[in-house]
C-alpha cells in the first residue's frame, strides 16, 4: 500500500506539471483541446493525491509500522478514529491532507463554473497550479509520508499520538480548518488569471464571491472548533490564548473579512480595484505563512509541530508570490485604477474602507505580537516575549471600533448621506446603548471595555432587528396573499439573500463578542482540595467529593473523580461531575479531562489537578464561565447566515 501512495503521489505532480503547462498555452494560443486537457489533468491531480491520501490512512488503520509515519504517529492501542485522525497529526500526513483538499478546490472550480471565459479559466487554472504544484512538490520531495524505516527488523509497536491530539474534535477542527486555508486557494487563483489575462473587471470578484464566503465560513468554523477543543483539552478554562498558531489561523480569518467587504465597493462602484487584488493575495500569502509559523520551528506552542529545515521552502515560495504580483499589478496599473473616486466621508464606501483599515491594522498588531520575540532575538540575542496583556491592550479597542462599524456601516447609503438622515437612523439605538452602559455602570461592571462592549452590542442588535423589521413590514403590505407571517419573512429573506444574510452574520457575531465578553470579564477561578466524602461551597454551589478511582487501559491509565455538584439554595442536586486526570503510557504524558455543566447562564467547568503528597486528597480546579455557551451559540448564527448568503435568490413571478 506504500508503493501505491508514493506512485499515486508522483503520478498527481506530473499532473499538476502538465496541467500548468497546458494552462500555458492554451492562454496565450486560446486552444480548446489544450484547455480541456488542463481541465483533465486538474481533475486526476484531486483522484491520485485521493488515491495517496486513502492509501496513508489504509496503512495507518493496519498499524503497518514498516512506514515511518505510521509508526511515529500511531499505535495498536489507539481506537480507531484516532488511528485516523493521526493522518494528519504530524506534518507529514498533514501536508498531504492539505495537498490534496486544494487539488479538489482545482477540481470543482474547472468543472462547476461554466460561466468562465476560456481565456480566463486557462490562467486561472495556471494561478491555481502555482499553489498545487508547490505543495505537492513539498509533500513528494520533503515531507513524504511514505517513506520507510531503514532498520533490521519491523517495530511491534508504534510511537503513539500527541495525547493532546487524542480528542473528537481532532477530527474536525484540523480539516475543517484546512479547507478555509486551501479554498481560499480559488479567489487567489482567479485574481492571478485576471491579471495574467488582462481581465481587470469585476468579472473576476462576481467569480470568486461564493468561493471567498465558503472559504471564510470554513475558517470561521474551524478557528471555534479549535478554540473549543482548547477549552476541553487543555483544561485551563479559556478558549483562546493568543497562541501564535492560533493566530496563525486568525490573520488570514481578518484580511479575508476585510477582503469580503471590500469586494462589495468595487462591485458596486468600480473602486479599490488594487486593493482588493493585494487583499486577497495578502489573506492567502498569510495562510501559507500560517505554514510557515507551525512547521519551521520559530515559534513555541502547543500547536506547532516539530522544528524541521522546511520553513525555508516557504519563505522562498511567499517571496516568489508577492514579486509576481509586484510585476503584474505593475504591468496592469492602468487597468486597476479606480472608475470612480471617493466622494464623501460620510458614505458607506467610506465605513468599509475605515472597516478595512481596522481589520488590517487588527492583523498588523497581531503579525507583530507573534514574531516580535524572533525579531527581538535576531537583533539583541535574547528572545523577548509578548503575552496576553499585550494582545487585548491592543486589539480590544480596535475590535471595539470595528464592531460599531459593523453597526453603522450598512445602513449608510453610498455615495454621500444626509447627516440628518443618518441622525434619524441612529439617535434611538444610541439612547438605548447609552441606557444599557448606565446599567452596566451602576451594576459594577468590572472594566470601562465590558460596559462599552455591551453597549455596542446592543446597539448593532437594535439596528439589526429593526433591518429586518422594516424589511418585513414591506413585504406584508406587498404580499398579495394572506399566508402565514413566517412565509413572508422567508420570502423577504430569500429574495435579498445577500443582504439579510449579512445581517444574520452579523447578528451571529455580536452573539459571540458577548459570550466572550461575560466569560472573560465576569470569570472566577477557584482552586481548592477534598477529602472523599468532603464538601466545598463557591457561590451558589456547593461540591461534594463522592469518591476517587482509577483505572487502567492499554492506552492510559486514569485517576477519575465522581463530585456532587448541587444548588446550594435549594439544595437540588444539579449534576454529577466527572474530571479525570490521564496518564498515557506509550508518551509518559499526561492530560486533564475537564467535567463541565454547559447551560445558557453559565459553565461550571471542573479540573482534577491530582492528589496531596498523601495520596489520599484531591486538588481541584474550578473555573465559573458565564455566558460561555453563548459563544458556540453565536457561531451556528454566523453558520446560519452565511448559508443564507450562499442560497441562490428567490426570482419574482415576472422574471421566472
Same mark, same amino acid.
Given at each position: 500500500?506504500?508503493?501505491?501512495?508514493?506512485?499515486?503521489?508522483?503520478?498527481?505532480?506530473?499532473?499538476?506539471?502538465?496541467?500548468?503547462? #497546458?494552462?500555458?498555452?492554451?492562454?496565450?494560443?486560446?486552444?480548446? #483541446?489544450?484547455?480541456?486537457?488542463?481541465?483533465?489533468?486538474?481533475?486526476?491531480?484531486?483522484? *491520485?493525491?485521493?488515491?495517496?491520501?486513502?492509501?496513508?490512512?489504509?496503512?495507518?488503520?493496519?498499524? =503497518?509500522?514498516?512506514?515511518?509515519?505510521?509508526?511515529?504517529?500511531?499505535?495498536?492501542?489507539?481506537?480507531?478514529?484516532?488511528?485516523?485522525?493521526?493522518?494528519?497529526?504530524?506534518?507529514?500526513?498533514?501536508?498531504?491532507?492539505?495537498?490534496?483538499?486544494?487539488?479538489?478546490?482545482?477540481?470543482?472550480?474547472?468543472?462547476?463554473?461554466?460561466?468562465? $471565459?476560456?481565456?480566463?479559466?486557462?490562467?486561472?487554472?495556471?494561478?491555481?497550479?502555482?499553489? @498545487?504544484?508547490?505543495?505537492?512538490?513539498?509533500?513528494?520531495?520533503?515531507?513524504?509520508?511514505?517513506?520507510?524505516?531503514?532498520?533490521?527488523? &519491523?517495530?511491534?509497536?508504534?510511537?503513539?499520538?500527541?495525547?493532546?491530539?487524542?480528542?473528537?474534535?481532532? #477530527?474536525?477542527?484540523?480539516?475543517?480548518?484546512?479547507?478555509? *486555508?486551501?479554498?481560499?486557494?480559488?479567489?487567489?487563483?482567479?485574481?492571478?488569471?485576471?491579471?495574467?489575462?488582462? %481581465?481587470?473587471?469585476? +468579472?473576476?470578484?462576481?467569480?470568486?464571491?461564493?468561493?471567498?464566503?465558503?472559504?471564510?465560513?470554513?475558517?470561521?468554523?474551524?478557528?471555534?472548533?479549535?478554540?473549543?477543543?482548547?477549552?476541553?483539552?487543555?483544561?485551563?478554562?479559556?478558549?483562546?490564548?493568543?497562541?501564535?498558531?492560533?493566530?496563525?489561523?486568525?490573520?488570514?480569518?481578518?484580511?479575508?473579512? $476585510?477582503?469580503?467587504?471590500?469586494?462589495?465597493?468595487?462591485?458596486?462602484?468600480?473602486?479599490?480595484?488594487?486593493?482588493?487584488?493585494?487583499?486577497?493575495?495578502?489573506?492567502?500569502?498569510?495562510?501559507?505563512?500560517? @505554514? *510557515?509559523?507551525? %512547521?519551521?520551528?520559530?515559534?513555541?506552542?502547543?500547536? $506547532? *509541530?516539530?522544528?524541521? =529545515?522546511?520553513?525555508?521552502?516557504?519563505?522562498?515560495?511567499?517571496?516568489?508570490? !508577492?514579486?509576481?504580483?509586484?510585476?503584474?499589478?505593475?504591468?496592469?496599473?492602468?487597468?486597476?485604477?479606480?472608475?470612480?473616486?471617493?466622494?464623501?466621508?460620510?458614505?458607506? /464606501?467610506?465605513?468599509?474602507?475605515?472597516?478595512?483599515?481596522?481589520?488590517?491594522?487588527?492583523?498588523?498588531?497581531?503579525?507583530?505580537?507573534?514574531?516580535?520575540?524572533?525579531?527581538?532575538?535576531?537583533?539583541?540575542?535574547?528572545?523577548?516575549?509578548?503575552? &496576553?496583556?499585550?494582545?487585548?491592550?491592543?486589539?480590544?479597542?480596535?475590535?471595539? $471600533?470595528?464592531?460599531?462599524?459593523?453597526?453603522?456601516?450598512?445602513?449608510?447609503?453610498?455615495?454621500?448621506?444626509?447627516?440628518?438622515?443618518?441622525?434619524?437612523?441612529?439617535? @434611538?439605538?444610541?439612547?438605548?446603548?447609552?441606557?444599557?452602559?448606565?446599567?452596566?455602570?451602576?451594576?459594577?461592571?468590572?472594566?470601562?471595555? @465590558?460596559?462599552?462592549?455591551?453597549?455596542?452590542?446592543?446597539? &448593532?442588535?437594535?439596528?439589526?432587528?429593526? +433591518?429586518?423589521?422594516?424589511?418585513?413590514?414591506?413585504?406584508?403590505?406587498?404580499?398579495?396573499?394572506?399566508?402565514?407571517?413566517?412565509?413572508?419573512?422567508?420570502?423577504?429573506?430569500?429574495?435579498?439573500?445577500?443582504?439579510?444574510?449579512?445581517?444574520?452574520?452579523? !447578528?451571529?457575531?455580536?452573539?459571540?463578542?458577548?459570550?466572550?465578553?461575560?466569560?472573560?470579564?465576569?470569570?472566577? /477561578?477557584?482552586?481548592?482540595?477534598?477529602?472523599?466524602?468532603?464538601?466545598?461551597?463557591?457561590?451558589?454551589?456547593?461540591?461534594?467529593?463522592?469518591?476517587?478511582?482509577? /483505572? /487502567?487501559?492499554?492506552?492510559?491509565?486514569?485517576?477519575?473523580?465522581?463530585?456532587?455538584?448541587? =444548588?446550594?439554595?435549594?439544595?437540588?442536586?444539579?449534576?454529577?461531575? %466527572?474530571?479525570?486526570?490521564?496518564?498515557?503510557?506509550?508518551?509518559?504524558?499526561?492530560?486533564?479531562?475537564?467535567?463541565?455543566?454547559?447551560?445558557?447562564?453559565?459553565?461550571?467547568?471542573?479540573?482534577?489537578?491530582?492528589?496531596?503528597?498523601?495520596?489520599?486528597?484531591?486538588?481541584?480546579?474550578?473555573?465559573?464561565?458565564?455566558?460561555?455557551?453563548?459563544?458556540?451559540?453565536?457561531?451556528?448564527?454566523?453558520?446560519?447566515?452565511?448559508?443564507?448568503?450562499?442560497?441562490?435568490?428567490?426570482?419574482?413571478?415576472?422574471?421566472?
Amino acid at each position: 500500500m506504500g508503493e501505491l501512495g508514493g506512485f499515486f503521489l508522483f503520478i498527481s505532480w506530473l499532473l499538476a506539471i502538465w496541467s500548468t503547462c #497546458a494552462g500555458i498555452y492554451a492562454g496565450k494560443t486560446s486552444s480548446k #483541446a489544450y484547455l480541456t486537457s488542463a481541465r483533465y489533468a486538474t481533475v486526476a491531480h484531486a483522484i *491520485f493525491l485521493g488515491g495517496a491520501t486513502t492509501a496513508l490512512a489504509t496503512l495507518f488503520v493496519n498499524s =503497518d509500522f514498516t512506514n515511518q509515519f505510521v509508526w511515529q504517529f500511531s499505535d495498536t492501542t489507539m481506537p480507531s478514529i484516532y488511528k485516523i485522525t493521526a493522518v494528519w497529526g504530524g506534518m507529514d500526513g498533514s501536508m498531504l491532507l492539505w495537498a490534496f483538499l486544494l487539488s479538489v478546490m482545482g477540481a470543482v472550480v474547472v468543472f462547476t463554473d461554466r460561466n468562465i $471565459a476560456p481565456q480566463l479559466l486557462s490562467w486561472v487554472i495556471v494561478g491555481f497550479h502555482t499553489t @498545487t504544484l508547490f505543495f505537492t512538490s513539498i509533500v513528494l520531495f520533503l515531507t513524504n509520508p511514505f517513506r520507510y524505516i531503514k532498520a533490521p527488523f &519491523i517495530p511491534l509497536e508504534g510511537n503513539g499520538l500527541n495525547p493532546l491530539l487524542q480528542n473528537p474534535y481532532m #477530527a474536525a477542527h484540523p480539516p475543517t480548518l484546512y479547507l478555509g *486555508f486551501t479554498t481560499f486557494a480559488v479567489p487567489f487563483a482567479f485574481c492571478i488569471g485576471a491579471l495574467l489575462a488582462g %481581465r481587470i473587471t469585476s +468579472e473576476w470578484i462576481k467569480l470568486t464571491r461564493r468561493w471567498t464566503l465558503i472559504a471564510w465560513g470554513f475558517l470561521t468554523i474551524g478557528i471555534t472548533l479549535g478554540g473549543h477543543w482548547a477549552y476541553l483539552e487543555l483544561g485551563w478554562g479559556g478558549f483562546w490564548a493568543w497562541d501564535p498558531v492560533e493566530n496563525a489561523s486568525f490573520l488570514p480569518w481578518l484580511t479575508g473579512t $476585510a477582503f469580503l467587504h471590500s469586494i462589495m465597493v468595487q462591485e458596486r462602484k468600480g473602486m479599490l480595484k488594487a486593493w482588493n487584488v493585494w487583499l486577497i493575495v495578502i489573506t492567502y500569502g498569510l495562510t501559507v505563512f500560517g @505554514t *510557515f509559523l507551525t %512547521r519551521s520551528g520559530i515559534v513555541q506552542s502547543v500547536h $506547532a *509541530f516539530a522544528s524541521t =529545515d522546511i520553513g525555508w521552502t516557504f519563505l522562498a515560495y511567499l517571496s516568489f508570490l !508577492l514579486v509576481g504580483v509586484g510585476i503584474l499589478h505593475y504591468l496592469r496599473r492602468k487597468e486597476l485604477s479606480s472608475d470612480v473616486h471617493l466622494e464623501s466621508v460620510l458614505s458607506r /464606501e467610506s465605513a468599509f474602507l475605515l472597516n478595512n483599515l481596522l481589520f488590517l491594522s487588527i492583523c498588523f498588531a497581531v503579525l507583530w505580537g507573534v514574531m516580535f520575540p524572533v525579531l527581538s532575538e535576531a537583533v539583541t540575542g535574547k528572545k523577548q516575549t509578548i503575552g &496576553i496583556p499585550y494582545f487585548n491592550a491592543v486589539t480590544i479597542p480596535l475590535f471595539l $471600533a470595528m464592531l460599531i462599524l459593523m453597526g453603522v456601516g450598512p445602513l449608510i447609503s453610498w455615495r454621500k448621506a444626509s447627516p440628518q438622515r443618518v441622525l434619524r437612523t441612529f439617535v @434611538t439605538p444610541f439612547i438605548g446603548a447609552l441606557f444599557i452602559g448606565i446599567i452596566c455602570v451602576w451594576a459594577g461592571a468590572p472594566s470601562f471595555y @465590558t460596559t462599552l462592549s455591551y453597549s455596542i452590542c446592543y446597539f &448593532i442588535t437594535h439596528t439589526i432587528l429593526r +433591518e429586518f423589521y422594516r424589511g418585513y413590514k414591506a413585504q406584508r403590505l406587498s404580499s398579495t396573499s394572506k399566508g402565514l407571517a413566517s412565509k413572508d419573512l422567508t420570502h423577504m429573506v430569500r429574495r435579498h439573500h445577500t443582504r439579510y444574510g449579512g445581517y444574520l452574520v452579523h !447578528l451571529g457575531v455580536v452573539i459571540m463578542v458577548l459570550g466572550i465578553t461575560a466569560s472573560m470579564a465576569h470569570k472566577l /477561578e477557584v482552586e481548592f482540595s477534598l477529602l472523599p466524602g468532603q464538601s466545598e461551597q463557591i457561590g451558589r454551589f456547593k461540591f461534594q467529593l463522592k469518591n476517587l478511582t482509577t /483505572e /487502567e487501559n492499554q492506552n492510559y491509565g486514569a485517576l477519575m473523580a465522581q463530585v456532587e455538584l448541587k =444548588d446550594t439554595p435549594s439544595d437540588k442536586i444539579l449534576d454529577i461531575l %466527572r474530571p479525570e486526570l490521564r496518564r498515557y503510557i506509550r508518551k509518559e504524558e499526561s492530560t486533564s479531562e475537564v467535567a463541565i455543566r454547559s447551560t445558557l447562564r453559565e459553565d461550571v467547568y471542573l479540573v482534577l489537578a491530582g492528589l496531596d503528597d498523601s495520596g489520599t486528597r484531591a486538588a481541584f480546579k474550578l473555573f465559573i464561565n458565564p455566558l460561555q455557551k453563548w459563544l458556540w451559540i453565536g457561531l451556528i448564527v454566523v453558520v446560519a447566515g452565511t448559508l443564507v448568503t450562499l442560497t441562490p435568490p428567490l426570482q419574482s413571478k415576472s422574471s421566472a
